[in-house]
């Protein structure tokens, strides 16, 4: 008989096929990159919607971004037609979100929690560092932060930290009780951090085998791609979800002393099926705690487990696919898997090497023109970076050259001061217990209510034993003056006749614009906006566009969930993550750090700033394990090219205002040579120390000075790039001791250089400040160039 699935299958090769349909109770896909994972999971959750073996209520699918969530759930709707809603497919953060606002009043918490993003929490464990003096022992508040959180993803908690932390070490003991007092404020403020979420949904599973119980009779089929970056917290939690209904039913206590089993009921139905995808050599989360384990040990942890490998891959060509596999055998401990492509060669990958990093950024702006003249959209071209202090090179050439591009992380616009403020405006309506958030915009605008006067109240809240909230609404009580009594009274009222709005009594359902009027009222009527306009500071202009933003932002979310409330918007943007945008990328370049290109694929693909101390990372070297995630991040970072695939490093990098000199980054070495083709190797740039000897052998009457048009540096050691196999170590080994520093050499459009290499021309434009001047030189012989005037080997004629 047909299948009611048979076309989903036709897609796929026989292992994909393989494990779309196999039904079991665990299954585990084990593949590099571009083999299909996501594919199969979305034909997976597709098919068994298709064969009706599942409701979409009964599935959860977890990605890692929610930009990945909102594409899966799309191609499933497109498979199944429009019958998919119900289903969660989401982040663990947003489930575990959706999970706690139900659930959250069992243990002491109410719906209305707030979600403290890491500059909150960070803001929170300050304060609690300088109350505890911890900054006495050398705790700051970031290594703190760091312990707390890589703790809870351990599932540590104060307490059982405590029971076995060493409380003889003064150090250890002062930490224990920041830990609690922090928890403690999380608990008051009615606040969870990001750890928390999925942390706390483990005990609340754990304590409440009852409620446990509803999550596992509702999601029947659980789906988790990107297996290879859980933490411990996040496999707990999909461990507490497939055990059977009623399995941790405890006995308890009735009246009278009777012992009662909560039996299951015989009908109570087994386990969820479990299937999970993964690649090992694509972990790059073990800082904030992934565990590989959980992917090696799958099989241990879910005894019969189907194993599916999946070797073919679909995305890159050949050439591409072989650097990969090149790079990554070079990690030892991984089992060696080898992938292979039908789609032929294609080109090499091309190397270039700038002497600064807006060298480097002019060549990635105009390949990048190139490729749009060949047909390629600017929509389907991505860079890629290490650290994001590196987009900044980028932005200012693409400016310039007028390429349309757009930064993947759509936090830069939340982690804005004026934008947080008016989130606390949001948080304090929705919840009154988050005394941070009205700490924050209780004297913004300017209102006279400075720090004594919050001591006063804050303490009037702990002695009534009342929020921060309330206390506002009692000014009268406080001991204030009369005008401050006012400044405090006018707020009370501003934020009372917001909750009017966003919050109306239960029963009614706020329309979905509230969230819109809320905000325009709190910003209008608080005189937040109005500060802004009256000041004289352009920056205030940008700040009050930005918060029209953000009311535009208001609107679409009223918009795509019109039974949204306040509550579900916060929750929208406390999960913005790294991968998320805002708005919509197809027309632009897409800018972004490695971390975030995970899952993602385009056709042309630029990996810069391919350099020692940057990938690796200088952080990573002492790491235990340290390079070797680095090397997982680079394979991640070329494995997302389809056709077109750019490795560019620049010799000079100018970072915190000093400029030094970069090396080659170790992993070019492991590209097999003629996989390779440089446009301008390191060596190429760094003969550049050779031409500084010949121009001093010149001026001691040794052999001449370059010849314009030749290669530099023939005549001097012979260049690695001739050699076969030739090291990137060799060019590294010429990078001149000293760079030239010509800082105070000006320079103006019209002005005539010589350059040691490229001979005489005339600088048609000079750009950037200080040590990032750069010069724009029409060469007489050797064509147009950008210099970095503090490096390069140039004088003015
Ligand atoms: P990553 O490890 O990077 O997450 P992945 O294993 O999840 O990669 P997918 O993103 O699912 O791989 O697939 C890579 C590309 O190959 C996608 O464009 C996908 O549509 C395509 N693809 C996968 N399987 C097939 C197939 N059988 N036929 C045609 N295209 C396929
Ligand atoms: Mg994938």
């Known amino acids: 008989a047909a299948r009611a699935d048979e076309d989903l299958l036709a897609g796929l090769n026989p292992q994909q096929r393989e494990a779309v349909v196999y039904r079991g109770p665990a299954l585990l896909i084990v593949a590099g990159a571009g083999s299909g994972k996501t594919r199969v999971l979305t034909h997976r959750i597709a098919s068994l919607l ?62 209305s929690f707030t979600i403290y993003d890491s500059g909150d929490s960070r803001a ?10 911890a900054d006495a022992f050398g705790l700051t508040p970031a290594a703190v932060q760091g312990k707390i959180s890589k703790l809870k993803n351990e599932l540590a908690d104060a307490e ?51 409620v446990a119980d509803v999550y596992r009779r509702r999601f029947r089929h659980i789906l988790v791609d990107e297996y290879q970056d859980t933490n411990h917290a996040q496999y707990a939690l999909i461990n507490e979800l497939t055990k059977p209904v009623g399995s941790d039913a405890q006995p308890f206590e009735a009246s009278g002393g009777m012992m009662i089993f909560d039996a299951p009921a015989a009908d109570a139905p087994g386990p969820a099926s479990l299937t999970v995808v993964g690649d090992s050599d694509q972990s790059i989360y073990a800082f904030r705690g992934a565990d590989i384990r959980n992917i090696t040990e ?57 002497y600064s990093q807006h060298d480097e950024a002019q060549f990635v702006a105009d390949e990048i023109e190139t490729l749009r003249r060949e047909g390629v959209a600017y929509g389907q071209m991505a860079v890629f970076y290490r650290t994001n202090s590196q987009s900044r090179a980028l932005e200012e050439i693409f400016i310039r050259s007028a390429v349309p591009y757009k930064i993947m992380g759509g936090t830069k616009f939340y982690e804005r001061a004026e934008i947080k403020d008016a989130l606390a405006y949001l948080i304090a309506v929705a919840n009154p217990a988050d005394e941070m958030a009205l700490r924050r915009i209780v004297n913004k605008p300017r209102r006279g209510i400075g720090d004594v006067t919050i001591e006063a109240i804050s303490r009037y809240a702990r002695e009534e034993q009342i929020t921060f909230r309330d206390a506002l609404a009692n000014s009268s009580a406080l001991g204030v003056g009369p005008k401050i009594q006012a400044a405090i009274a006018h707020l009370d009222a501003v934020l009372a006749e917001a909750s009017d709005i966003m919050l109306p009594p239960s029963g009614e359902i706020a329309p979905p614009t509230s969230v819109t009027e809320g905000l325009q009222l709190l910003l209008n009527k608080s005189g937040y906006i109005d500060a802004l306009r009256a000041s004289r500071d352009p920056q205030d202009e940008a700040r009050v566009e ?177 050699q076969p196999n030739g090291s990137i170590e060799k060019f590294a080994n010429r990078i001149p001791a000293k760079v030239r520093d010509n800082g105070d050499l000006e320079l103006a459009p019209g002005d005539r250089i010589r350059h ?38 140039i004088e003015k004629i």
């Open 756 to 793: 040691d290499d490229f001979g005489e021309g005339r600088v048609d434009l000079v750009t950037g400040e200080g040590a990032k001047r750069v010069a724009h030189v029409r060469f007489d012989t050797a064509g147009a160039k950008k210099l970095l005037i503090k490096v390069a080997p």
């Open 124 to 133: 929170l464990i300050k304060r609690l560092v300088k109350e505890h003096e």
């Open 546 to 722: 930005n918060l029209d933003e953000l009311v535009a932002v208001t609107r679409e979310f009223a918009r795509n969930n019109p039974e949204g409330t306040i509550l579900d918007f916060l929750t929208e943007v406390a999960l913005v993550s790294d991968a998320d945008d805002l708005e919509d990328a197809s027309g632009s370049v897409s800018l972004m750090t490695l971390h975030t290109a995970k899952g993602l694929e385009y056709d042309a693909v630029f990996v810069t700033g391919v350099e020692e101390d940057l990938i690796p990372h200088r952080i990573s070297a002492g790491e235990p394990g340290g390079p070797q995630e680095e090397r997982r991040l680079f394979y991640v970072g070329i494995t997302r090219a389809r056709k077109r695939l750019y490795l560019s490093l620049a010799m000079t990098r100018a970072q915190f205002g000093e400029v030094s000199v970069a090396m080659p980054s170790r992993f070019l070495q492991e590209i097999p040579h003629e996989l390779l083709h440089w446009r301008q190797s390191p060596g190429d740039v760094n003969s550049r120390g050779g031409s500084q000897s010949r121009a001093l052998n010149a001026r001691r009457g040794g052999f001449g000075g370059s010849t314009p048009g030749k290669r530099y540096g023939d005549d001097l050691v012979p260049l690695a790039r001739r």
């Open 160 to 210: 059982s930290y405590a029971r076995q932390a060493n409380m003889n070490d003064p150090v250890e003991r002062v930490f224990v009780e920041v830990f609690g007092a922090y928890q403690r404020e999380l608990q008051r403020a009615n606040a969870f951090d990001f750890d928390d979420l999925i942390a706390q949904t483990v005990y609340l599973f754990r304590a409440f085998p009852h």
């Open 298 to 354: 799958f099989e241990r942890d879910y005894p019969g487990a189907k194993v599916v490998l999946l070797e073919q891959n679909y995305r890159s060509t050949q050439n591409i696919l072989s650097a990969a596999n090149a790079v990554i055998s070079n990690n030892f401990d991984r089992k060696d898997k080898k992938l292979w492509t039908d789609v032929g060669a294609g080109e090499k990958i091309v190397g270039f090497t700038g």
């Open 50 to 111: 298709r064969n009706k073996e599942a409701w979409p209520s009964q599935i959860l699918a977890i990605t890692f971004t929610n930009k990945a969530a909102g594409e899966m759930r799309e191609r499933v709707e497109h498979l199944v037609g429009d019958s998919a809603r119900g289903m969660w497919i989401s982040t663990f953060h947003s489930a575990c979100v959706r999970i706690l606002r139900r659930e959250a009043q069992q243990f002491g918490f109410t719906s």
